[in-house]
């Protein structure tokens, strides 16, 4: 049973468009990070939500926390190539407080020039 | 430029063969990781290491040796691999891995990609 469960799966998508990815769960999370990872390399840390129904925005990029903190979103504007790149959310679940993290199944996307 | 570096970047070994994957972080950080990545799916922990200390095992095969000689370095020693441990391996650091820390931020390395013929 996957924890998180990101959709959609693959985006294929022109430059200029706009997209949102999810992250969804049945359990409750004290934090959601969202990483992007592009070929070869590590996972990059892109975000963390810790509120629920927190907004967090990185210049094109709007992250929302769920209110019951069981999921969140990414909405990309304006998609650039630069964008391309597998996406990935991931929390430590329980309350805990551990950083035990359990990665969502990713969102892979291609924007094309 | 990451923070965290892995060497090899690339490792093709035998069944019978033994060999180490080495990383290494200067950020002061007293947490450490190994996840393993299958092609198109999410990292999955295998180890955490906190102040040298192993912390978590997550039912690792015992044929995956970790190891954490200092604050700085951690290694996983590879023996008797099988074909399905073809993956790429990341290491990570973080802070610190202790209650109350579950949104701290981990910074990974690129990666070693292994293929076990």
């Known amino acids: 049973t996957q924890l998180l469960e990101q959709s959609p799966q693959f985006l294929s998508i022109q430059e200029g468009e706009n997209l949102t990815v999810y992250c969804n769960s049945s359990?409750?999370?004290?934090?959601l990070q969202w990483y992007r990872q592009e070929p070869g390399e590590g996972p990059v840390l892109l975000v963390t939500?810790?509120?629920?129904?927190e907004v967090k925005k990185l210049k094109r990029l709007t992250f929302q926390f769920g209110d019951a903190r069981k999921d969140s979103s990414l909405h990309i504007t304006a998609a650039q190539p630069g964008d391309t790149g597998l996406y990935l959310c991931?929390?430590?679940?329980?309350?805990?407080?551990?950083?035990?993290?359990?990665f969502g199944t990713g969102t892979r996307l291609l924007v094309s020039p | 430029d990451t923070e965290v570096t892995q060497t090899p970047k690339h490792l093709v070994m035998g069944m019978t063969n033994k060999k180490s994957l080495k990383c290494e972080q200067h950020?002061?950080?007293?947490?450490m990781y190994w996840y393993k990545q299958k092609a198109k799916k999410p990292p999955e922990l295998m180890f955490v290491?906190?102040?040298?200390?192993?912390?978590i095992n997550e039912s690792v095969p015992s044929r995956f040796s970790p190891e954490c000689p200092n604050s700085s370095l951690l290694n996983l020693h590879l023996h008797a691999l099988q074909p399905e441990d073809s993956a790429l391996y990341l290491c990570?650091?973080?802070?610190?891995?202790?209650?109350?820390?579950?949104?701290?931020?981990?910074?990974f390395g690129d990666g070693t990609r292994l293929s076990i013929l």
């Open positions: 290491y906190s102040y040298e200390k192993l912390s």
């Open positions: 991931a929390g430590a679940p329980g309350n805990t407080g551990f950083q035990k993290l359990v």
């Open positions: 359990s409750v999370f004290s934090s």
């Open positions: 950020m002061g950080h007293r947490a």
């Open positions: 990570a650091s973080s802070q610190t891995y202790s209650q109350g820390a579950s949104n701290q931020p981990q910074h």
């Open positions: 939500v810790v509120t629920g129904g």
